[in-house]
């Protein structure tokens, strides 16, 4: 018998996601009034798939009258929303969240060609949790003033939701679902790269039979946005998005009635010591860097490893990096797809560039790249400091920042020495450590033994400049409701 | 070797096993990969019987599909071993001569370990003796979970001398040890005390080889390799009784230790029913048609 | 002959020490008949920042004083202020209160005291959550202060409406900067005595005296201060303060007509207002 089993290498071979049943039309209009109408404007701009270049739709350019109808139009459902019976609100929430449960594949497939995320990411988390969150928050409905006992929780009105391009659908999940439980309506707008999920869950939510208005999408980019920012009519504005964009949006809306929550970027501090579960602490470095091609406000983009346990650490980290799939992000066995965009794939590789200019020591595993499309590979610097550019800004995208420490004392500092304060990460088994670690760190969000995890019922969001306000959880009722 | 440094094992975190482990278990694997995997699978496997009802004739027909998988495939593998009680290591070496399978014997009480050490060398070097080339020994699971760490290393590190030649896989009876971080302070005592593999179970308990297990002895190995430079071989055993799960189990292998772990000289299932499921699969994967066991020889 | 009284010098409080403005300047506060009843420190934007330095100094430990600590602290404060109430009930008639306003502004104010002191290890409880998480981690959220907060107290309410800001916010562990009435000034430096005399470690509270116009640009720009609270109705004030509050992001408090003398003007939300809610994960499987 002839046996060859023994003495070549075993490789995966390409497992695509079929996707042969998505329907896309070539065209998407504006979603107002229950409707898709077309844009005012007459303005069309194309969506591209990142990990190919191809055009796949061409989207809305909402204007200023577009964004007037969509308030006027949601302003009007208001008055009925905010009134019907809170049980029955309910119903219409959970209906969605079964809805996309049903739909579950075709939003993962197409989350996954429309943003490049793999689809691993979109079927199993994004997807999963949109649904959850509208089930968590539809119960919520009728159920508010457990919530705030004493307070009389009121809707605020009409809410303009401004999401970015991470998690497309998630994130419309997490704006749209605590604001309509609560009896608001929404005008929201979707990134302009990623806008297909948002225009799918409009027709879900068409085909949900909620009241028309209720919740209003259009598309858009920034002039999009700002028309929403600075709509007056808009009883609530929240962002989720860059701290630059947060900031400017803030300022704008000062001295208006508008209440605001922001979600912004991060700098998250990833603590190795040496009592860790050091093997699956690797992993949850790896989950918290290059989740998402580490697209993710809340990445642990700053790693701290104790100093005697680095380079055991480093050596397993480089190993690992070098199993990890790059490419295709319909092919289930993609780990890391493509950068979401030609303009964030050139931010991430100006960072890159400046990394080693300062110094830092860059390793890259090798990997086959397609030819076309947006990639970046996993990515770690070694020799950076605190000082570094790498180490301070934000990249939202594959690379990692190592440094070692010695003392608790010390990587307390250092992790808290930043203007942001959304995620932290602890390793260690000692169990005081964890308390004493997640006491002291100022962040929104610490994992401990764990990285990038999220939950509808568990509450997100940051300190500092990573924002404020929270979603998730009972925690994230208030930013859609007034109190007594 | 000297005993290992206990205080330097690391802590496992057992959801963070279990998470990574998911991340195997979805793999797709199709296709030529496919085909490939289940090869490596067959070559991989130690055809096992351990009953107390086992006879000649049994050890015999064993011996003959271990060599015979499917004739109507081509280019099959021939599993890695066969693995009986020591007291039918003469025939099966004699069934085999030739065919480059190897004889696995388990010893040393198998499977409770439950003897003294005179017991349980005489019972090794019976099966060396016959011509095992291969040793499955149990450590003595009660000592180590009363802190007996060095008994338990002294047991594998004599058992070892007496095996002489014969390789020597130690089974750490994952099933009784409680935690994944007991799973590896055994590994760690069991390699540095001289096995030449570490094998997860002896079937006889509940439950039997898992891939958190699987993965944290992998994880051992690993470190082993890079702290002596010395490779050592994994055996998981008992469950692994579908094609899907040896794959999942090959891909946590690749993922883990990497190609040079890939051979049977380093990573085998200890399995009784795998080879028929896996034969099925490559049936299917030629003929494009779904197969019954009916069409399988069992032995 | 009749005896002299000796007047009071009226200095600003920082970090537990009573200097005097670094500024030297001084503006008066006069009784309603236009006499002189004490040149009070017009602080500038350098005792501002000096202040800052000692709240944040001073924050940490706070924080991780006990809840009970803290409760027994606010609770001496309200009895120290029990023990020298005529002293402040004189105060607040000498700028135009009646004694029996005055008498409710300062009973008010202790009773006020002694509420948030009682909440001091309890408004955690009220705003913690177990989240019931669909994977295998225990997950809780818990309340941290904000660190350091810039006050500009009401106008109106020298004392009560003091305390009603203030409490609440160092009750959840933060260190406070805080420029007192501007109109009725004095009280808040009699209030920093009596602070000064009661186990509150130096530093947790700084009172300033001087003019909002001139200090307030800077309590809202200041990097190293997490959130400001305001007392007042006046737009242009709140629009700058806003406005200037996004360049660190600051959590803005607005307390827009208050009338402190209401119960519903003390609850715990006073207090969580000044809180950050942290959120943890950790496995929960052997």
Not at chain 1, 57 to 70: F, G, H, P, T, W
Not at chain 1, 219 to 236: C, F, M, Q, R, Y
Not at chain 1, 466 to 481: Q, V
Not at chain 2, 141 to 170: P, Q, W
Request: with cysteine; proline share 4%.
């Amino acid at each position: 018998m002839s046996d060859t089993s023994q003495t070549s290498s075993w490789s995966y071979a390409s497992a695509p996601e079929n996707t042969d049943h998505i329907v896309l039309k070539e065209q998407y209009d504006l979603f107002i009034n229950g409707e898709f109408i077309k844009p005012d404007s007459k303005k069309y701009f194309k969506s591209i798939n990142p990990a190919t270049g191809e055009v796949i739709a061409s989207i809305s350019e909402a204007n200023k009258k577009d964004v007037d109808l969509a308030v006027a139009s949601a302003r009007k459902a208001f008055t009925s929303w905010s009134k019907i019976e809170p049980k029955e609100r309910a119903k219409y929430i959970f209906r969605i969240a079964r809805m996309i449960q049903e739909r579950a594949k075709e939003f993962a497939i197409i989350e996954s060609i429309d943003g490049g995320k793999p689809i691993r990411e979109s079927r199993d988390v994004d997807i999963p949790l949109a649904a959850s969150h509208f089930f968590y928050y539809a119960g919520w409905a009728d159920k508010l003033e457990y919530a705030f006992p004493n307070k009389n929780p009121k809707p605020l009105g009409v809410a303009g939701q401004i999401i970015p391009w991470n998690f497309p659908l998630l994130m419309a999940a997490w704006k749209i679902a605590p604001a309509i439980a609560c009896g608001n309506t929404v005008v929201l707008k979707p990134a302009e790269t990623t806008s297909l999920t948002a225009l799918k869950l409009a027709e879900v939510i068409q085909e949900s039979g909620l009241p028309k208005g209720v919740v209003n999408i259009v598309t858009g980019a920034g002039k999009t946005g700002s028309e929403i920012v600075n709509h007056p009519d808009l009883d609530k504005i929240a962002f989720t998005g860059s701290t630059q964009v947060g900031k400017l949006i803030q300022n704008s809306i000062v001295g208006t009635q508008k209440k605001s929550t922001l979600e912004l970027g991060g700098k998250g501090a990833n603590i190795i010591f040496e009592d860790a579960a050091i093997d699956q602490a690797v992993e949850g470095i790896i989950n918290a860097i290059f989740f998402n091609q580490g697209h993710v406000c809340c990445a642990g983009s700053r790693l701290f490893v104790q100093e005697s346990v680095a380079e055991i650490v480093i050596d397993k980290l480089k190993d690992r990096m070098s199993s990890l799939i790059v490419g295709d992000p319909l092919d289930k066995n993609t780990d890391i797809g493509a950068i979401n965009s030609k303009e964030q794939l050139d931010t991430i590789n100006k960072y890159i560039k400046v990394g080693r200019e300062e110094g830092g020591e860059i390793y890259q595993p090798t990997c086959n790249l397609p030819s076309n499309g947006n990639w970046c590979p996993p990515t770690l610097f070694l020799n950076v400091s605190q000082s570094h550019t790498i180490v301070q800004e934000e990249i939202f995208g594959p690379v990692l920042a190592i440094q070692t420490f010695r003392t608790i004392d010390e990587v307390i500092e250092k992790a808290n020495n930043t203007p942001f304060g959304l995620s932290a990460g602890v390793w260690t088994e000692k169990g005081a450590k964890i308390f004493k670690l997640t006491q002291e760190l100022n962040a929104g969000v610490v994992w401990a033994n764990t990285y990038n995890k999220f939950d509808s019922t568990s509450p997100f969001g940051g300190y500092k400049e990573s924002g404020f306000g929270r979603e998730g959880g009972l925690h994230g009722l208030i930013a859609y409701l007034n109190v007594e | 070797m000297s005993f290992p440094d206990l205080s330097k094992i690391p802590a496992i975190d057992k959801l963070g096993v279990e998470e990574r482990v998911s991340r195997f278990c979805k793999r797709s694997i199709k296709n030529a990969a496919k085909k490939h995997g289940l090869h490596l699978a067959l070559s991989m496997i130690d055809l096992t019987t351990l009953e107390g009802k086992d006879t000649e004739e049994k050890v015999k027909r064993l011996c003959y599909k271990a060599g015979h998988l499917h004739g109507s495939l081509e280019g099959l593998p021939n599993v890695a071993a066969v693995c009986v009680y020591p007291n039918f290591v003469r025939v099966a070496k004699k069934e085999l001569e030739g065919s480059g399978i190897n004889v696995a014997s388990v010893s040393t009480a198998f499977p409770s370990g439950q003897s003294t050490l005179e017991v349980k060398l005489s019972d090794t070097k019976f099966a060396v003796e016959e011509g095992a080339d291969e040793v499955d020994m149990v450590i003595s699971r009660g000592k180590f979970l009363s802190g007996e760490y060095n008994f338990v290393y002294d047991e594998i590190a004599t058992v070892k001398e007496v095996c002489g030649k014969a390789h020597l896989k130690v089974i750490l009876e994952t099933g009784e040890l409680d935690t994944l971080d007991n799973v590896r302070k055994a590994s760690d005592i069991a390699m540095y005390a001289g096995a030449d593999f570490i094998k997860t179970s002896t079937g006889k308990i509940s439950p039997a080889s898992t891939m958190p297990v699987t993965f944290v002895m992998l994880n051992a190995i690993k470190d082993y390799y890079k702290a002596t430079g010395i490779k050592i071989g994994m055996k998981p055993a008992g469950g692994i009784s579908t094609a899907k799960i040896a794959l999942q189990y090959l891909v946590m292998l690749k993922e883990t230790l990497g190609n040079d772990w890939m051979n049977k000289d380093l990573f085998r299932f200890g399995a009784s029913s795998l080879a028929n499921d896996v034969l099925m699969q490559l049936e299917k994967q030629e003929s494009g048609i779904y197969q019954s066991v009916d069409y399988f020889s069992k032995d | 002959m009749e005896r002299l009284d000796v007047l009071k010098t009226y200095k600003i409080f920082i970090g537990g020490k009573f200097p005097r403005t670094e500024s030297g300047r001084y503006f008066k506060v006069e009784d309603n008949n236009g006499k002189l009843l004490a040149n009070m420190c017009l602080s500038s934007r350098k005792d501002f920042r000096n202040a800052v330095v000692e709240a944040r100094k001073a924050q940490k430990s706070w924080q991780s004083a006990s809840a009970l600590n803290k409760g027994q602290i606010l609770y001496r404060v309200a009895e120290m202020l029990e023990g020298r109430k005529s002293q402040f009930i004189a105060e607040l008639m000498m700028t135009g209160l009646s004694k029996q306003k005055a008498k409710e502004e300062v009973e008010q104010s202790i009773d006020r005291l002694i509420y948030y002191a009682g909440w001091s290890d309890k408004f955690q409880q009220i705003f913690s959550s177990v989240n019931p998480v669909a994977s295998h981690h225990f997950n809780f959220s818990v309340l941290e202060p904000m660190g350091v907060v810039s006050v500009i107290s009401s106008n109106e309410s020298a004392l009560l409406g003091l305390v009603s800001t203030i409490v609440p916010i160092i009750v959840g562990g933060n260190t406070c900067i805080v420029l007192s009435s501007e109109n009725n000034p004095m009280v808040s430096i009699s209030f920093a005595e009596v602070l000064n005399t009661s186990d509150l470690p130096h530093g947790v509270v700084n009172i300033l005296t001087g003019k909002r116009k001139e200090l307030i640009h800077h309590f809202a720009s200041h990097m190293d201060v997490n959130a400001v609270s305001y007392c007042g109705e006046h737009d242009e004030e709140i629009q700058e303060l806003e406005k200037v509050s996004v360049e660190n992001l600051k959590r803005v408090r607005i307390n827009r007509g208050t009338n402190w003398n209401e119960d519903k003007s003390q609850s715990p939300y006073y207090i969580e207002r000044f809180q950050e809610t942290k959120t943890i994960w950790h496995p929960n499987e052997v």
